[in-house]
């Protein structure tokens, strides 16, 4: 049988308790099952968030500070202390009064009368030390999921521009054997002194203002260039040491579309500028034309009047053909043409048969010079608008005052593209006007009337399309050079 | 006062005899030049002893356009004539950047008129003496 000890013993003890507990940060309780009362030490009212001056604990109030997930837990502890005196320990959470959740670390041990428990005694911790080690940990696994996730490029800097932390899609920009000489490094030597000076600088204003913002076009070690918009934020540890956060959104494809849709926009005002005049243009004059040819019959002047027609002919043959080319050129910007073969020999003959009745063909010595069976996979109304704006050019630019015109068709085939070129000893591109040769509405001969000044713009289009290049060597002949892609 | 030459700058030939026409009727008496676009205008202004009094630019023309013709005549010592807009764009960025040089006096959209000749004369080179 127990000793129940004396009023004097416990005082001691409580003292001794009471000492033990503010040292350890801890709080005891006990709960008097006769009595039907609650005793508290001062420190768990604290915990709790309570006063101990007006606040009078209870059994069923304690249970009710519990988290209402933990209540259950927390009932059932003491139920089965009080009935079958099993001691218990455990860790819960609480909500004060002030709803802010506070985690708790509780142990209750019967003391046990005749088979009955008469008293429980606890102690009661907050152990939010422990337990915030433990979610700190949860906290930082997540995080650095989040981290390794996110597409976007996530990194730290230290004030010496060391990169102490990075995410996946940061480490991917840099070569497989590089990576592990990322973090601790500036890595700065693996970029063109421009962009490193870009990068300091904007380092820079983060540390200094806190915050820095800029859109940058990045070359990476591993060789792809993107354009960045990087945000940068200042913050300090525990230490005090400053640090920046960087966060990089790949903002290339949205450049790209936005560069797109302002060339886009820029053609089709410069299209509604030039149809405007373009089109009007020979209407007012072939009005003005007619007027004067009404005048001259009403007057019986016939002397001019075959000039005059011929003028209002040629300028109507000039708007003729730019309705056509504007509808072509309608087709080029949405073509969803299907591959078929390509016999570009076949279409170069086809195309100076077309023209063999131009003016001054006859005199112009055509070279046909192939390399190769010059056969491509690729969509066939486009070689045939290439080639025949290339040839009809040479045709209507050759230079009459020279004896000897020639255009020179080549064709040199290889592995993986072909080479198509149209040159010629011509009138040429003036140098100032080669930069604009294949903007839209420009012609370079005032006096050579032909052309909607559309052509050389349809067949860059044209060229895009089938995903070939095109350039202008103006520097001995005229000469256009196209490549083309074999797939 | 009355005006000896006049020099018609544009491509259109529908246009030059327009203007030929019209300047004909206003004072048959006047020598007409015709360039095909800017450059040749420079080069023929260049070769004449006397610059011409009158000259008619349009703006749109291949090879060196209306504008790119005020930009590079400014620049020379050639600055006795009085030059007319005259083309057939009514666009209000064309009309202004023309005004802006000094030389530039009027901004006509085609066609060019016989009473829009006497207006600029009178204009600009005092009472009408034909």
Redesign the interface.
């Known amino acids: 049988m127990e000793q129940s000890p004396s009023q004097a013993e416990r005082n001691v003890q409580n003292q001794q308790q009471l000492q033990a507990g503010r040292m350890a940060g801890l709080g005891y309780w006990i709960v008097d099952i006769d009595e039907n009362s609650v005793f508290w030490s001062k420190e768990i009212y604290i915990i709790h968030g309570l006063d101990p001056n007006t606040y009078t604990p209870s059994l069923d109030k304690s249970i009710n500070f519990y988290h209402p997930s933990d209540r259950n837990y927390a009932q059932a502890c003491v139920a089965s202390a009080i009935e079958s005196g099993q001691n218990f320990e455990f860790d819960l959470r609480i909500v004060r009064p002030d709803s802010t959740i506070v985690h708790v670390r509780a142990k209750g041990e019967c003391e046990v009368r005749n088979g009955k428990t008469i008293k429980i005694f606890g102690i009661f911790q907050q152990i939010y030390k422990i337990q915030s080690t433990k979610s700190m940990t949860k906290v930082l696994d997540f995080q650095r999921l989040l981290m390794d996730a996110n597409t976007d490029l996530v990194f730290v800097k230290d004030a010496n521009f060391k990169i102490v932390e990075a995410n996946e899609a940061f480490l991917s920009l840099y070569p497989p054997e590089k990576r592990h000489q990322v973090i601790g490094y500036t890595t700065l030597e693996e970029y063109n002194e421009e962009q490193v000076e870009i990068f300091l600088k904007e380092d820079k204003k983060a540390f200094a203002e806190g915050l820095s913002e800029v859109i940058e076009v990045i070359d990476f070690p591993n060789g792809s260039q993107c354009v960045l918009l990087t945000k940068k934020i200042r913050f300090y540890n525990d230490e005090g040491e400053a640090f920046i956060l960087g966060c990089s959104r790949d903002i290339t494809s949205i450049k790209q579309a936005e560069n797109a849709l302002i060339q886009a926009n820029g053609e089709l005002e410069e299209f509604a ?2 149809t ?3 089109l ?3 209407l ?3 009005l ?2 007619l007027n ?1 040819i009404e005048k001259n019959i009403a007057n019986n002047n016939h002397e001019k009047l075959n000039d ?1 027609v011929q ?2 002919k ?2 109507l043959a000039g708007l003729e053909r730019l309705v056509s080319d504007i509808l072509e050129l309608t087709k080029t910007k949405n073509s969803d043409e299907q591959l078929t073969l390509v016999d570009i020999p076949k279409v170069v003959s086809q195309t100076l048969d077309k023209f063999s009745e131009m003016d001054n063909v006859s005199r112009l010595e055509i070279r046909l010079n192939f390399n190769g069976d010059g056969i491509i996979n690729t969509k066939t109304s486009r070689i045939v608008l290439i080639i025949e704006n290339l040839i009809s050019n040479a045709i209507k630019y050759q230079d009459l005052s020279k004896e000897q015109s020639y255009i020179a068709i080549t064709l040199n085939e290889y592995n993986k593209y072909i080479e198509f070129k149209v040159a010629d000893n011509g009138l040429g591109v ?1 140098l100032k ?1 080669q930069e604009a040769l294949f903007s839209m509405f ?6 050579v ?1 032909f052309g909607s ?1 559309l052509g050389l713009y349809m067949v860059k289009k044209s060229v895009e399309i089938i995903g070939a290049q095109i350039r202008f060597d103006g520097t001995k002949n005229t000469e256009f050079i196209v490549t083309l892609p074999k797939k | 006062m009355k005006i000896d030459t006049v020099l018609i700058v544009d ?5 030059q ?2 203007v030929r ?1 019209a300047v004909e009727e206003y004072d048959p008496s006047i020598t007409i030049y015709v360039a ?2 800017g450059q ?1 205008a420079l080069d023929l202004i260049d070769s004449l002893d006397e610059d011409p009094n009158l000259i008619f630019l349009d ?5 060196m356009n209306g504008h790119e013709f005020l930009v590079e005549y400014h620049k020379t010592q050639h600055t006795g004539c009085v030059i007319t807009m005259l ?3 009514d ?1 209000e960025s064309d009309k202004a950047l023309s005004m802006t040089y000094p030389l530039v006096k009027k901004y006509t959209i ?2 060019l008129s016989v009473k829009d000749i006497g207006d600029i004369v009178s204009k600009e080179f005092g009472k009408d003496e034909r």
């Open positions: 500028y030039r405007s005049h373009d009007r243009s020979p007012v004059s072939s003005g034309v004067v005059y003028i209002v040629r300028s003036p006007y420009k012609r370079f001969h005032p006096r009337s000044g | 491509d259109n030939e529908g246009d005899l327009l026409l095909y676009d040749e703006i749109n023309m291949p090879g083309t057939s764009s666009q085609k066609p």
